[in-house]
Protein backbone atom coordinates (compact mmCIF):
# COMPACT_ATOMS: atom_id res chain seq x y z
CA UNK A 1 0.00 0.00 0.00
CA UNK A 2 1.22 3.31 -0.96
CA UNK A 3 1.16 5.88 2.20
CA UNK A 4 1.20 9.87 1.78
CA UNK A 5 1.10 12.83 4.05
CA UNK A 6 -2.66 13.85 4.85
CA UNK A 7 -4.71 15.80 7.51
CA UNK A 8 -6.12 14.29 10.06
CA UNK A 9 -8.28 15.28 13.22
CA UNK A 10 -8.85 12.46 16.27
CA UNK A 11 -10.65 15.38 18.87
CA UNK A 12 -13.18 18.11 18.14
CA UNK A 13 -11.51 21.47 19.35
CA UNK A 14 -10.62 24.14 17.86
CA UNK A 15 -8.39 24.46 14.40
CA UNK A 16 -4.68 23.48 16.18
CA UNK A 17 -6.00 19.89 17.04
CA UNK A 18 -5.87 19.15 13.30
CA UNK A 19 -2.43 16.33 12.91
CA UNK A 20 -0.27 15.74 10.33
CA UNK A 21 -0.09 12.04 9.63
CA UNK A 22 0.98 9.58 7.17
CA UNK A 23 -2.25 7.90 5.97
CA UNK A 24 -2.15 4.66 2.89
CA UNK A 25 -3.87 5.41 -0.22
CA UNK A 26 -5.84 2.97 -1.54
CA UNK A 27 -4.97 2.04 -5.10
CA UNK A 28 -8.32 2.44 -7.51
CA UNK A 29 -10.96 0.35 -7.40
CA UNK A 30 -13.38 -0.08 -10.07
CA UNK A 31 -15.01 3.27 -10.94
CA UNK A 32 -12.27 5.25 -8.73
CA UNK A 33 -9.08 6.86 -9.34
CA UNK A 34 -5.98 8.41 -7.49
CA UNK A 35 -5.19 12.26 -8.04
CA UNK A 36 -2.16 13.55 -7.01
CA UNK A 37 -3.37 16.73 -5.40
CA UNK A 38 -2.12 19.88 -6.26
CA UNK A 39 -4.41 22.30 -4.42
CA UNK A 40 -7.22 21.31 -1.59
CA UNK A 41 -10.24 24.03 -0.88
CA UNK A 42 -10.28 24.51 2.59
CA UNK A 43 -14.26 25.72 3.42
CA UNK A 44 -15.68 26.70 6.84
CA UNK A 45 -17.65 23.27 6.89
CA UNK A 46 -14.04 21.45 7.14
CA UNK A 47 -13.73 23.76 10.48
CA UNK A 48 -17.58 23.42 11.70
CA UNK A 49 -17.45 19.43 11.37
CA UNK A 50 -15.26 19.29 14.58
CA UNK A 51 -15.82 22.07 16.44
CA UNK A 52 -16.86 22.10 19.93
CA UNK A 53 -20.17 20.11 20.41
CA UNK A 54 -19.64 17.65 17.51
CA UNK A 55 -19.35 14.31 17.61
CA UNK A 56 -17.85 13.09 14.28
CA UNK A 57 -16.30 9.80 14.02
CA UNK A 58 -12.84 9.81 14.59
CA UNK A 59 -9.69 9.76 13.00
CA UNK A 60 -11.84 12.13 10.43
CA UNK A 61 -10.43 12.91 7.54
CA UNK A 62 -10.59 16.78 5.82
CA UNK A 63 -10.89 18.23 2.61
CA UNK A 64 -14.36 17.67 0.33
CA UNK A 65 -12.74 19.54 -2.87
CA UNK A 66 -9.10 18.94 -4.62
CA UNK A 67 -7.14 20.03 -7.90
CA UNK A 68 -4.56 18.14 -8.97
CA UNK A 69 -3.63 15.47 -11.78
CA UNK A 70 -5.17 11.47 -12.33
CA UNK A 71 -2.30 9.21 -11.59
CA UNK A 72 -4.05 6.29 -11.60
CA UNK A 73 -7.34 4.73 -13.05
CA UNK A 74 -9.35 1.94 -12.14
CA UNK A 75 -11.43 -0.22 -14.88
CA UNK A 76 -14.47 1.10 -15.56
CA UNK A 77 -13.71 4.73 -14.52
CA UNK A 78 -15.53 7.20 -16.21
CA UNK A 79 -16.12 11.30 -14.95
CA UNK A 80 -19.74 12.87 -15.60
CA UNK A 81 -17.84 14.59 -18.93
CA UNK A 82 -16.39 11.54 -20.20
CA UNK A 83 -13.46 9.37 -20.34
CA UNK A 84 -10.52 10.27 -17.69
CA UNK A 85 -7.12 9.15 -18.40
CA UNK A 86 -3.70 9.08 -16.34
CA UNK A 87 -2.04 12.83 -16.23
CA UNK A 88 -4.85 14.62 -16.65
CA UNK A 89 -5.53 17.57 -14.40
CA UNK A 90 -8.81 17.43 -12.95
CA UNK A 91 -11.34 19.35 -10.21
CA UNK A 92 -12.58 16.81 -7.75
CA UNK A 93 -16.07 17.16 -5.83
CA UNK A 94 -17.19 15.93 -3.38
CA UNK A 95 -14.49 13.55 -2.25
CA UNK A 96 -12.94 12.87 1.27
CA UNK A 97 -9.70 13.52 2.52
CA UNK A 98 -8.60 16.02 0.59
CA UNK A 99 -6.32 17.68 2.69
CA UNK A 100 -3.53 15.12 1.81
CA UNK A 101 -0.75 14.66 -1.00
CA UNK A 102 -2.88 11.91 -3.25
CA UNK A 103 -6.57 10.81 -2.41
CA UNK A 104 -8.32 7.90 -4.63
CA UNK A 105 -12.11 8.88 -5.19
CA UNK A 106 -15.19 8.12 -7.22
CA UNK A 107 -14.56 8.84 -11.05
CA UNK A 108 -18.25 10.18 -10.85
CA UNK A 109 -16.71 13.24 -9.11
CA UNK A 110 -14.07 13.82 -11.38
CA UNK A 111 -14.16 16.78 -14.10
CA UNK A 112 -11.22 18.12 -16.31
CA UNK A 113 -9.70 21.47 -14.63
CA UNK A 114 -10.84 24.50 -16.78
CA UNK A 115 -8.51 25.89 -18.34
CA UNK A 116 -7.40 29.20 -16.93
CA UNK A 117 -8.37 28.37 -13.49
CA UNK A 118 -5.45 27.33 -11.27
CA UNK A 119 -5.25 24.45 -9.42
CA UNK A 120 -6.05 26.84 -5.97
CA UNK A 121 -8.87 28.56 -8.10
CA UNK A 122 -10.22 24.92 -9.36
CA UNK A 123 -9.74 23.07 -6.09
CA UNK A 124 -12.59 26.31 -4.42
CA UNK A 125 -14.95 25.75 -7.47
CA UNK A 126 -17.48 23.44 -6.60
CA UNK A 127 -18.47 23.36 -3.09
CA UNK A 128 -19.20 27.29 -3.41
CA UNK A 129 -20.55 26.97 -6.76
CA UNK A 130 -22.93 23.51 -5.74
CA UNK A 131 -24.18 25.63 -3.68
CA UNK A 132 -24.59 28.94 -5.20
CA UNK A 133 -26.12 27.20 -7.99
CA UNK A 134 -29.14 25.68 -5.03
CA UNK A 135 -29.57 28.97 -3.80
CA UNK A 136 -30.60 30.68 -7.36
CA UNK A 137 -33.09 27.49 -8.51
CA UNK A 138 -34.72 27.23 -5.02
CA UNK A 139 -35.43 31.13 -4.87
CA UNK A 140 -36.15 30.91 -9.22
CA UNK A 141 -33.83 33.83 -10.01
CA UNK A 142 -34.29 34.67 -13.70
CA UNK A 143 -33.52 37.19 -15.82
CA UNK A 144 -34.78 40.94 -14.84
CA UNK A 145 -34.81 40.02 -11.26
CA UNK A 146 -33.31 42.09 -8.92
CA UNK A 147 -31.26 39.88 -5.73
CA UNK A 148 -29.65 40.70 -2.47
CA UNK A 149 -27.21 38.46 -1.76
CA UNK A 150 -25.78 38.99 2.19
CA UNK A 151 -22.17 38.39 2.07
CA UNK A 152 -21.18 38.97 -1.85
CA UNK A 153 -17.34 39.14 -1.00
CA UNK A 154 -17.76 35.50 0.59
CA UNK A 155 -17.01 31.71 -1.42
CA UNK A 156 -21.18 31.44 -2.13
CA UNK A 157 -21.70 35.21 -2.34
CA UNK A 158 -19.71 35.41 -4.88
CA UNK A 159 -20.63 32.52 -7.01
CA UNK A 160 -24.16 33.27 -6.57
CA UNK A 161 -23.77 36.79 -7.41
CA UNK A 162 -21.67 35.73 -10.88
CA UNK A 163 -24.50 33.52 -11.36
CA UNK A 164 -27.01 35.36 -10.73
CA UNK A 165 -25.73 38.03 -12.58
CA UNK A 166 -25.28 35.35 -15.88
CA UNK A 167 -29.12 34.77 -15.54
CA UNK A 168 -30.02 38.25 -16.08
CA UNK A 169 -30.50 39.31 -12.79
CA UNK A 170 -29.40 42.27 -11.26
CA UNK A 171 -27.16 41.89 -7.65
CA UNK A 172 -26.97 43.88 -5.07
CA UNK A 173 -24.40 42.60 -2.33
CA UNK A 174 -23.43 43.37 1.06
CA UNK A 175 -19.73 43.49 2.33
CA UNK A 176 -17.30 44.96 4.90
CA UNK A 177 -15.89 48.21 3.81
CA UNK A 178 -12.64 47.10 2.29
CA UNK A 179 -14.79 44.52 -0.31
CA UNK A 180 -16.61 47.25 -1.61
CA UNK A 181 -14.70 47.92 -5.02
CA UNK A 182 -14.30 43.59 -5.04
CA UNK A 183 -17.73 43.67 -5.71
CA UNK A 184 -17.89 46.65 -8.17
CA UNK A 185 -15.01 44.43 -9.78
CA UNK A 186 -17.56 41.79 -10.42
CA UNK A 187 -20.89 44.17 -11.60
CA UNK A 188 -22.49 43.92 -8.15
CA UNK A 189 -24.06 47.01 -6.73
CA UNK A 190 -22.54 46.83 -3.24
CA UNK A 191 -23.74 47.85 0.27
CA UNK A 192 -22.10 48.12 3.54
CA UNK A 193 -23.53 45.07 6.26
CA UNK A 194 -24.53 46.59 9.46
CA UNK A 195 -26.85 49.09 11.26
CA UNK A 196 -29.24 50.97 8.42
CA UNK A 197 -28.44 48.36 6.14
CA UNK A 198 -31.93 47.78 4.93
CA UNK A 199 -32.32 51.95 4.28
CA UNK A 200 -28.54 51.28 2.13
CA UNK A 201 -30.47 48.66 0.70
CA UNK A 202 -33.40 50.13 -0.76
CA UNK A 203 -31.17 53.24 -1.84
CA UNK A 204 -29.18 51.21 -4.07
CA UNK A 205 -32.32 49.41 -5.26
CA UNK A 206 -35.20 52.35 -4.76
CA UNK A 207 -37.33 49.23 -6.90
CA UNK A 208 -37.15 46.89 -4.62
CA UNK A 209 -35.70 43.63 -4.46
CA UNK A 210 -37.35 40.58 -5.38
CA UNK A 211 -35.02 37.90 -4.09
CA UNK A 212 -32.77 37.72 -1.16
CA UNK A 213 -30.01 35.12 -0.32
CA UNK A 214 -28.02 35.14 2.69
CA UNK A 215 -24.80 33.20 2.75
CA UNK A 216 -24.15 34.95 6.62
CA UNK A 217 -26.63 33.75 8.92
CA UNK A 218 -26.92 36.97 11.01
CA UNK A 219 -30.18 38.09 12.63
CA UNK A 220 -29.68 41.34 10.70
CA UNK A 221 -29.58 39.68 7.02
CA UNK A 222 -32.29 37.73 8.04
CA UNK A 223 -34.23 40.55 9.04
CA UNK A 224 -33.52 42.91 6.42
CA UNK A 225 -34.55 39.95 3.71
CA UNK A 226 -38.15 39.64 5.58
CA UNK A 227 -37.87 44.00 5.25
CA UNK A 228 -37.65 44.14 1.85
CA UNK A 229 -38.85 40.30 0.29
CA UNK A 230 -42.63 39.92 0.89
CA UNK A 231 -42.60 36.46 -0.83
CA UNK A 232 -40.61 33.89 1.81
CA UNK A 233 -40.29 30.90 -1.20
CA UNK A 234 -37.72 34.10 -2.81
CA UNK A 235 -35.71 33.99 1.07
CA UNK A 236 -33.03 31.79 1.02
CA UNK A 237 -30.18 30.65 3.75
CA UNK A 238 -27.32 28.59 4.26
CA UNK A 239 -26.43 29.33 7.54
CA UNK A 240 -29.26 30.65 9.52
CA UNK A 241 -31.53 27.41 10.13
CA UNK A 242 -32.71 28.52 13.46
CA UNK A 243 -34.22 31.68 12.20
CA UNK A 244 -34.93 30.25 8.81
CA UNK A 245 -37.25 27.21 10.54
CA UNK A 246 -39.21 30.34 12.40
CA UNK A 247 -39.27 32.71 9.75
CA UNK A 248 -40.78 29.97 7.39
CA UNK A 249 -37.97 30.90 4.72
CA UNK A 250 -36.11 28.14 2.07
CA UNK A 251 -33.25 26.88 4.05
CA UNK A 252 -30.57 24.91 2.01
CA UNK A 253 -28.10 22.67 2.52
CA UNK A 254 -27.23 20.02 5.48
CA UNK A 255 -28.41 22.57 8.16
CA UNK A 256 -31.71 21.07 10.51
CA UNK A 257 -34.55 20.64 8.59
CA UNK A 258 -33.20 21.85 4.98
CA UNK A 259 -33.37 21.21 1.61
CA UNK A 260 -29.85 19.25 0.46
CA UNK A 261 -30.88 19.88 -3.12
CA UNK A 262 -28.81 16.48 -4.02
CA UNK A 263 -30.18 16.51 -7.49
CA UNK A 264 -29.33 20.25 -8.21
CA UNK A 265 -26.27 19.94 -6.82
CA UNK A 266 -24.74 17.17 -8.39
CA UNK A 267 -25.96 18.39 -12.05
CA UNK A 268 -24.95 21.55 -10.92
CA UNK A 269 -21.14 20.93 -10.98
CA UNK A 270 -21.04 20.15 -14.91
CA UNK A 271 -22.29 23.39 -15.53
CA UNK A 272 -20.04 25.45 -13.33
CA UNK A 273 -16.91 23.38 -14.94
CA UNK A 274 -18.30 24.56 -18.08
CA UNK A 275 -18.78 28.41 -16.93
CA UNK A 276 -15.27 28.58 -15.56
CA UNK A 277 -13.80 26.80 -18.66
CA UNK A 278 -15.28 29.47 -21.19
CA UNK A 279 -14.13 32.27 -18.77
CA UNK A 280 -17.12 33.10 -17.31
CA UNK A 281 -16.51 32.64 -13.63
CA UNK A 282 -13.93 33.91 -11.48
CA UNK A 283 -12.61 32.30 -7.83
CA UNK A 284 -11.02 34.72 -5.64
CA UNK A 285 -8.24 32.93 -3.87
CA UNK A 286 -7.37 34.99 -1.16
CA UNK A 287 -4.32 32.78 0.64
CA UNK A 288 -2.44 29.28 -0.03
CA UNK A 289 -1.16 27.63 2.91
CA UNK A 290 1.05 24.83 2.86
CA UNK A 291 -0.50 21.28 3.55
CA UNK A 292 1.36 21.24 6.77
CA UNK A 293 0.01 24.64 8.26
CA UNK A 294 -3.57 23.64 7.81
CA UNK A 295 -4.20 24.54 10.85
CA UNK A 296 -3.69 28.46 10.19
CA UNK A 297 -5.61 27.73 7.04
CA UNK A 298 -8.72 26.43 8.60
CA UNK A 299 -7.65 29.37 11.53
CA UNK A 300 -8.23 31.77 8.60
CA UNK A 301 -11.50 30.46 7.25
CA UNK A 302 -13.17 30.35 10.92
CA UNK A 303 -12.44 33.93 11.32
CA UNK A 304 -15.20 34.56 8.82
CA UNK A 305 -13.54 37.27 6.96
CA UNK A 306 -11.00 34.98 4.70
CA UNK A 307 -11.00 38.15 1.87
CA UNK A 308 -11.53 35.30 -0.92
CA UNK A 309 -11.12 31.33 -0.44
CA UNK A 310 -8.43 29.46 0.54
CA UNK A 311 -6.65 26.39 -0.62
CA UNK A 312 -3.96 24.33 0.68
CA UNK A 313 -0.95 23.11 -1.61
CA UNK A 314 0.73 19.91 -0.78
N1 LIG B 1 -25.81 25.13 3.73
C1 LIG B 1 -24.88 24.92 2.79
O1 LIG B 1 -25.08 24.14 1.87
C2 LIG B 1 -23.58 25.66 2.87
C3 LIG B 1 -22.62 25.49 1.86
C4 LIG B 1 -21.46 26.27 1.91
C5 LIG B 1 -21.25 27.16 2.95
N2 LIG B 1 -22.20 27.23 3.93
C6 LIG B 1 -22.05 28.20 5.05
O2 LIG B 1 -22.24 29.49 4.49
C7 LIG B 1 -21.42 30.42 5.18
C8 LIG B 1 -20.56 31.20 4.16
O3 LIG B 1 -19.62 30.31 3.58
P1 LIG B 1 -18.47 30.92 2.65
O4 LIG B 1 -17.60 29.80 2.24
O5 LIG B 1 -19.06 31.80 1.61
O6 LIG B 1 -17.69 31.84 3.75
P2 LIG B 1 -16.68 33.03 3.54
O7 LIG B 1 -15.99 32.92 2.23
O8 LIG B 1 -15.89 33.10 4.79
O9 LIG B 1 -17.59 34.36 3.46
C9 LIG B 1 -18.12 34.96 4.58
C10 LIG B 1 -18.93 36.18 4.13
O10 LIG B 1 -19.67 36.68 5.26
C11 LIG B 1 -19.42 38.08 5.37
N3 LIG B 1 -19.57 38.44 6.76
C12 LIG B 1 -18.76 38.07 7.81
N4 LIG B 1 -19.26 38.58 8.96
C13 LIG B 1 -20.38 39.27 8.63
C14 LIG B 1 -21.34 40.01 9.38
N5 LIG B 1 -21.27 40.16 10.71
N6 LIG B 1 -22.38 40.57 8.71
C15 LIG B 1 -22.49 40.44 7.37
N7 LIG B 1 -21.62 39.75 6.61
C16 LIG B 1 -20.58 39.17 7.23
C17 LIG B 1 -18.03 38.29 4.81
O11 LIG B 1 -17.88 39.62 4.41
P3 LIG B 1 -16.50 40.43 4.59
O12 LIG B 1 -15.37 39.43 4.41
O13 LIG B 1 -16.53 41.45 3.49
O14 LIG B 1 -16.52 40.99 5.98
C18 LIG B 1 -18.07 37.33 3.63
O15 LIG B 1 -18.74 37.92 2.55
C19 LIG B 1 -20.64 29.62 6.22
O16 LIG B 1 -21.34 29.66 7.44
C20 LIG B 1 -20.67 28.21 5.66
O17 LIG B 1 -20.52 27.22 6.66
C21 LIG B 1 -23.36 26.53 3.91
Known amino acids: MVTTLAVVVNRTGAPDVVEIAEVDVAPPADGEVTIEVRAAGVNPV ?3 QFGPGTSPTFPLRLGREVAGVVTAVGDGASGPLGAIS ?4 VVAYPVVGGYARAVTVAATSVFPKPRGLSFEQA ?3 MLVGVTAWH ?3 ATGVAAGDRVLVHGASGGVGLAVSQLGLLRGAEVVGTASEANQQLLRDHGV ?9 ADRVRAAAPDGVDAALDTVGTDEAIDVSLELVSDRDRIATIAAFRRGAKEGIRMLGGGPGADPGREIRTAARSELVRLADAGKLDVIVARAFPLTEAAAALELVASGHPGGQVALVP
Not at 86 to 89: I, Q, S, T
Open 46 to 48: DVK
Open 86 to 89: VGDE
Open 123 to 125: ANL
Open 135 to 137: LLE
Open 189 to 197: TPVVYGSGL
